[in-house]
């Protein structure tokens, strides 16, 4: 029998940083789509739920399970997270929202991923200096990731327009024009994958 932890994601201590855990299988006869279906055979709530630090589920049982079910399993720790506090941070007790430009204690601020993080290639991820920029949780994490600003080409936020008078649109006009610290020449590239495939142009 082998036993997997699975600690697929949990905050760890690493101040502002959010360090994940994911648990990956490879399982004969079940695809991606089939997630649900291997949850309820594993007898766990949901593979997709973030899940607490101790659980722990056996690839060849419950003994409710009566599947064949062999396969690999593999736990890939971001470490690179910690590197990404470092360099974005230093070692201060508050640093400036790239995208605001406001100063926050840096419990306040996310190591926020430029391009997506899961479809970065290995290459990418690795390019620690680049990749990511700490935005503030106060709005600037949220507007970027769900698309309601971006930063242009010469390096100044951009915000989708097709809003009526709110306190959203209002909060977007705040930030219209800003210059994104984040943004290089190394940084460009993720900044283009974020204007042409998540921005509500
Ligand atoms: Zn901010």
């Known amino acids: ?112 991923h430029i391009k997506k993080r899961s479809l970065c290639s290995e290459e990418e991820r690795r390019d620690l200096f680049n990749v990511a920029m700490l935005a503030c949780v106060l709005g600037c994490d949220a507007l970027y990731e769900a698309g309601w600003i971006t930063v242009s080409g010469a390096g100044y936020i951009q915000t989708a327009d097709s809003l009526e008078p709110s306190a959203l649109k209002s909060r977007l006009i705040a930030l219209e024009g800003k210059r994104c610290t984040a943004h290089s020449a190394g940084s460009e590239q993720y900044f283009a994958w974020h204007r042409s495939t998540v921005f509500r142009a």
């Open 1 to 112: 029998m082998n036993d997997y932890p699975v600690p697929k994601r949990r905050m760890v201590e690493f101040g502002p940083i959010r360090e994940y855990v994911e648990l990956c299988f490879s399982v004969p006869g079940f695809g991606a789509s089939d997630i649900d279906l291997l949850a309820a055979k594993l007898s766990v709530p949901s593979l997709r739920e973030p899940v607490c630090d101790d659980i722990s589920i056996s690839l060849n049982g419950p003994a409710s399970f009566d599947g064949e079910l062999e396969g690999e399993a593999w736990v890939h720790v971001r470490r690179e997270q910690v590197k990404l506090r470092k360099i974005l941070t230093g070692d201060g007790e508050s640093a400036c929202c790239a995208i605001c430009g406001d100063r926050y204690p840096l419990e306040l601020l996310v190591a926020a």
